[in-house]
């Protein structure tokens, strides 16, 4: 089966319309069906957000069995001088289709080292009213007297690339390189200090799951042309709400303090969405996370 095939076999399989793949990973919608009518494979730069958004693996695409490799001849995999001949006495548009293969391998590396990642522990819950918090429970950044914004930007740049849904609009979020820079480095960072600095900076482990449980949905327009291109579709914000724990001379959690936060997000000339910056973040005075 070839892999334009897998990918509407796995549509079928997920209920998932070409719309919906459309929307999750940016493709447009005339290219997918593309796929279909002129029974071309996608381009391979195009694989490995399809396969996050099918929830299948590369493996799933490339072979039709997981042992398939183990079948063939390894030394065509592993000489190095059989690689070069067929890449020298290839055509262009074949040289042009191994190379962006190769360039796929880095990617693929990317996404194992994934899994090497630090773990959080993050989770959502929901208060009283029925209203989502999502609940970080290790401190990470805990500077006594100021927050090193340095290894908060190294951290949040583990996310870049990523994307995930807001869940109130089925809207899907980006994480553009700007973010970790913008995060640390704004305006309104420099501005905070003591608790909403440490918050802030401890918001960052709880990235995908602010997106997730974003409501309140605004819109401005773009106004500046710092970002007439980045932002050139405009600004969203939306609100998020995280806790943190409080700990106790015991080093026991005594409570949670509950915190409310904007999430920036600016609408790209590529007609996608970026999270900006997370702003305005301030303790809530009563929650029931507390005793």
Not at 202 to 227: M, Y
Request: hydrophobic share 35%.
């Amino acid at each position: 089966m070839k892999i334009y095939e897998k990918i509407f076999a796995r549509l079928d399989e997920l209920h998932m319309s070409q719309t919906e793949l459309s929307r999750r990973t940016g493709i447009a919608t005339s290219t997918i069906s593309d796929w279909r009518k002129k029974k071309i494979n996608p381009q391979a730069d195009k694989l490995v957000i399809i396969c996050k958004a099918l929830d299948m693996s590369l493996v799933d695409l490339f072979c039709d069995k997981a042992d398939e490799f183990e079948r063939e001849d390894k030394d065509s995999y592993v000489d190095e001088r059989h690689i070069l001949e067929v890449f020298r006495t290839s055509d262009y548009e074949s040289r042009r289709r191994i190379a962006r293969y190769f360039e796929l391998l880095d990617v693929c590396r990317d996404i194992n080292a994934d899994s090497k990642k630090t773990e959080r522990n993050v989770s959502i819950v929901q208060d009283v009213d029925g209203n989502n918090i999502v609940v970080i429970n290790d401190i990470r950044f805990k500077g006594k007297r100021s927050i090193n914004w340095k290894e908060v930007r190294a951290y949040l740049k583990e996310f870049v690339g990523e994307f995930y849904m807001v869940a109130s609009t089925g809207d899907v979020i980006y994480i553009g390189s700007d973010l970790p820079s913008e995060y640390t480095g704004s305006k309104y960072t420099n501005s905070i200090k003591g608790a909403n600095a440490k918050a802030k900076a401890n918001a960052a482990t709880g990235i995908p799951e602010l997106v997730e449980i974003a409501v309140g949905k605004h819109f401005r327009e773009n106004r500046g042309d710092k970002h007439k291109r980045d932002g050139k579709n405009g600004w969203y914000r939306y609100d998020s709400r995280f806790a943190l724990p409080v700990y106790g001379d015991s080093g026991e959690v005594e409570r949670y303090n509950v915190f409310h936060a904007s999430m920036l997000v600016r609408h790209s000339n590529d007609g996608k969405m970026y999270l900006y910056d997370v702003i305005d973040i301030k303790k809530e005075t009563s929650n029931s996370l507390g005793d």
